[in-house]
């Protein structure tokens, strides 16, 4: 049997319509399916099968996107190690600055905390008005009378005894 225009065209549809060659050659009879191939290659109707997988493919491209929702722990570190250091600072209540009083002009009354260096002109004493019964200002007491680190640095009560020699 030859190829008429109906066997034609009803050869382009049943494969447009997805059926396999050897399907179409049942359905118009009279042809095998190798002339069926051979036709439909005539007929320029041949890439029918490969447009549905590379579509398949372009779905899959937006996936990559999810891990991105992974980051939340880095924030979070800042705060604790910068909260704990200025709570340590030492509770100095006094800078050193020049005193107001000598050892000539020191009474009884007068803070006889030292600053600076005894064996140096410049050296003298707080000045201000002392504690009752105690040596010492209040915010010197506060210093003296501190543990610590703040005997360790300044020494006061040592370096104080010390100082009756000179008094
Ligand atoms: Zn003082």
């Not at 490969?50 to 372009?58: A, I």
């Not at 190690?81 to 000539?104: F, H, K, M, N, Q």
């Not at 020191?106 to 009752?132: Q, V, Y």
Request: charge should be positive; aromatic fraction near 6%.
């Amino acid at each position: 049997m030859g190829w008429t225009d109906e066997r034609v065209e009803l050869l382009k549809k049943l494969w447009q319509d997805g059926l396999s060659a050897s399907q179409i050659a049942k359905q118009l009879g009279g042809v095998t399916r190798n002339s069926v191939i051979g036709k439909v290659h005539r007929l320029g109707l041949s890439g029918r099968a490969t447009p549905s997988k590379p579509q398949r493919t372009v779905f899959k491209a937006p996936r990559p996107t999810r891990p991105v929702t992974a980051k939340p722990s880095a924030p979070r570190r800042i705060a604790e190690p910068v909260a704990a250091a200025p709570a340590r600072t030492p509770l100095y209540c006094v800078d050193e600055s020049p005193g107001t009083a000598t050892i000539i002009t020191l009474g009884a009354h007068m803070c006889k905390w030292p600053i600076g260096d005894p064996s140096l002109d410049n050296f003298t004493f707080c000045g201000r008005r002392s504690e009752e019964g105690g040596p010492y200002c209040h915010e010197h007491s506060c210093v003296a009378y501190q543990p610590a680190q703040a005997k360790k640095k300044s020494s006061g009560a040592e370096l104080a005894r010390s100082l009756r020699r000179y008094i």
